[in-house]
């Protein structure tokens, strides 16, 4: 009966994700333009296993605008906001940064489909927070100072 009872287990454990059978969820990795698109983020392999964020492309109304600055009043050109997102079951978890205000948040990253990326950043539990979705970025490489030009993203 013990026996019988630990195959079970062992294969509910399985069916919910568990164990050697279950799948890496997909990699993240590439360019994902923002849900508003404001912005390209690069998401990256950054150590072994690791996925960091960098934003690394905006869109700049007129070649003299600065780019967009951070809380610390840095440039936000290659600032890398998501961070150490390790493979868990159908998602990957890491942390995020608000640029803005300096933030660190939870996040968990779940490629949708090929063109689609969910990013949920939340405090203390996933109820605790907020969704964007991004899709992929198809367009030229983002130039190394991160300036795009005006309708670039749509």
């Not at 996040?107 to 090929?114: D, P, Q």
Request: include cysteine.
């Amino acid at each position: 009966m013990r026996i019988i009872l630990a195959a079970v287990f062992g294969l509910l454990l399985l069916a919910a994700g568990y164990g050697p059978a279950s799948a890496a969820p997909p990699d993240p990795s590439g360019y994902w333009v923002t849900g508003k698109g404001e912005g390209v983020v690069q998401i990256y392999p950054c150590g072994e296993g690791l996925r960091c964020g960098a934003l690394v492309g905006f869109q700049i109304d007129h070649p003299t605008d600065p780019t967009p600055q951070t809380w610390n009043h840095a440039s936000q050109c290659r600032f890398v906001f998501i961070r150490d997102l390790h493979p868990r079951k159908r998602a990957w978890m890491g942390s995020i940064v608000d640029p803005q205000s300096g933030h660190h948040y939870s996040a968990k990253v779940r490629v949708m489909s090929a063109d689609q990326l969910r990013l949920r950043g939340y405090f203390l539990l996933p109820m605790l927070g907020a969704t964007r979705f991004w899709t992929r970025y198809t367009g030229p490489t983002p130039p190394a100072d991160c300036r795009m030009p005006p309708n670039s993203l749509e």
